[in-house]
């Protein structure tokens, strides 16, 4: 092989592949939805609870998979207010985290102030 004809690996190419797979297996590991199937409930969050006790409360009763990547995703979804709210663990951690945010406004909740 003489020096015209190496073969030339693009490494973007790679790192965008790569870090696709990364991303998608993150959302599969740690964001999607803990049931395929499950009815609406109703979660409350009280007046005193931090972000940080949200995210235990939704984990302990089924809503997400790891607190961690839900603070991430709250964080940029927006602030969570006290109140009952309508989801369902069949929802992934973005839409909960949506709602919670108040993000639509077609979902019912409570809110205590």
């Known amino acids: 092989m003489n020096e015209s004809e190496k073969i030339v690996i693009r490494p973007l190419p790679i790192i965008v592949l790569v870090s696709l797979a990364v991303l998608l297996s993150a959302y599969f590991i740690f964001l999607r939805a803990p049931q395929s199937n499950a009815e609406e409930e109703r979660f409350i969050i009280p007046l005193d609870y931090t972000a ?47 709602i919670l945010a108040g993000d639509d406004p077609r979902e019912a909740r409570l809110r205590c102030r």
């Open 52 to 98: 940080g006790q949200i995210s235990e409360k939704l984990r302990s009763e089924g809503f997400i998979r790891n607190t961690f990547a839900f603070e991430a995703v709250r964080a940029l979804r927006g602030s969570v207010e006290s109140g009952g709210y309508g989801i369902s663990k069949s929802m992934d951690a973005w839409k909960i985290a949506g």
